[in-house]
């Protein structure tokens, strides 16, 4: 229960003190402190009828109390004290201050990695232990990226806010940027990764409810993690195009066809909504043979148009080639400055595979290979190889 309440609670209740003290390790000491204090309470005086009010009176009661008792500290902060030590926390506020924290997290003066590690550790309240597992670095090396992100918002002043409207629109690109960041960290394995950011997703949704973008960013990534349990079979990478569709959750998928309709109704499509209407497609047809993929190119047409880049290119080529056929996609593959992106190589393999052109794709496949360290992705390329070369 109480690592429940933990997960679910953690960041409203550092959001709000940073906002009554004005400093982020003041507010995430308290809240430890705070949580610490219900595993010994709890279990003896039952849980509060609020959790989530108790921790966050308790932690503000540990933090006037800290600060107190530092008489250094104590002049800076006195005032903040005085104001809000009886403050009410209302549900209204504790969103606004979720919604600040996330802007704070995620601002443009901080590296992306050390945005992506406070957004975990301070609204996601994963362990510094955690973060550090995930991203395969040692826990000391996370532990120092998140002293230095904290201290760089504190030196830079940067502001507890949410961005005014005219700064909203990059900003929040940013926040979403981050999110999906973690997702993709995730899909690649970590499932506790992915999972975390659908929450935050969520989150998001809950605080910006009327934002395209957020609703976009929450379907792709409810449609991409419905496929989950078909992507891997016996150690192998499973392609879409042979994925066993009674194995993918059909919550998921309706959830996020449903997000993809309302941004629909809403009228201002953005890179995250047309990346989620293509998955939204795929989830449409019952088999393979029966995807749209002219309603997939199409979409692709507009996310060239809306965001270019080589990778959605390459993407582009793909449905190309189910509509034209492999030597339309080949051509526009050829074209692409991508040889260090394993999934360039591994698509090319399998253009030329469709031509006949075994020798080339063998090449291709063992390229690919190369580039990936997945071993799913790299035991699906071997035996790929083999068939064509053999």
């Not at 979720?98 to 901080?110: D, G, V």
């Not at 880049?309 to 793909?318: D, E, H, I, K, Y």
Request: charged share 30%; hydrophobic share 45%.
């Amino acid at each position: 229960m109480i690592e429940r309440v933990f997960r679910e609670e953690d960041g409203r209740a550092v959001a709000v003190l940073v906002r009554v003290f004005g400093d982020v390790d003041v507010a995430e000491e308290a809240v430890q402190e705070a949580f610490a204090e219900a595993v010994r309470r709890w279990p003896v005086e039952g849980v509060p009828a609020s959790p989530a009010g108790w921790i966050i009176t308790t932690a503000r009661n540990k933090a006037i109390d800290r600060l107190r008792r530092e008489a250094a500290r104590a002049g800076k902060y006195a005032q903040a004290v005085l104001l809000n030590a009886a403050e009410p926390v209302e549900a209204p506020v504790v969103e606004d201050d979720r919604l600040r924290l996330i802007f704070t997290c995620c601002h443009p003066a901080l590296r992306m990695e050390a945005r992506v590690a406070l957004t975990l550790r301070l609204l996601g309240g994963l362990s510094t232990a955690e973060i550090a597992r995930a991203f395969m670095v040692p826990e000391k090396t996370m532990a120092q990226r998140l002293v230095r992100a904290k201290a760089k918002i504190r030196e830079a002043g940067i502001p507890f806010r949410v961005p005014e409207e005219g700064e909203l629109p990059g900003r929040l690109s940013g926040v979403l940027a981050v999110v999906y960041l973690v997702f993709n960290q995730g899909y690649g394995g970590r499932e506790e990764l992915a999972a975390e950011a659908v929450r935050l997703g969520r989150v998001l949704r809950e605080l910006m409810p009327d934002e395209p973008e957020v609703l976009g960013l929450l379907a792709l990534m409810l449609l991409v993690e419905s496929r989950r349990g078909a992507r891997r079979r016996d150690g192998e990478l499973v392609l879409l195009s042979e994925q066993d569709r009674g194995l993918w959750d059909r919550g998921l998928v309706e959830e996020g066809q449903e997000l993809v309709r309302r941004c629909l109704r809403i009228g201002r499509p953005g890179p995250y909504q047309i990346q989620a209407a293509i998955n939204a497609v795929h989830g449409d047809a019952a088999r393979a043979e029966d995807t749209r993929w002219d309603q997939v190119l199409q979409l692709y047409d507009q996310l060239m148009v809306v965001a270019p880049s080589p990778v959605v290119a390459l993407n582009r080529a793909v449905a190309v080639g189910e509509v034209e056929g492999a030597g339309a996609a080949l051509e526009l593959v050829e074209r692409l400055e991508l040889g260090r992106y394993y999934l360039f190589h591994a698509v090319r393999a399998d253009l030329l595979r469709r031509l006949g052109r075994g020798g080339e794709a063998a090449e291709a496949y063992g390229e690919a290979m190369r580039r990936t360290e997945d071993e799913a992705e790299r035991a699906f390329l071997r035996r790929r190889r083999a068939a064509v070369a053999g």
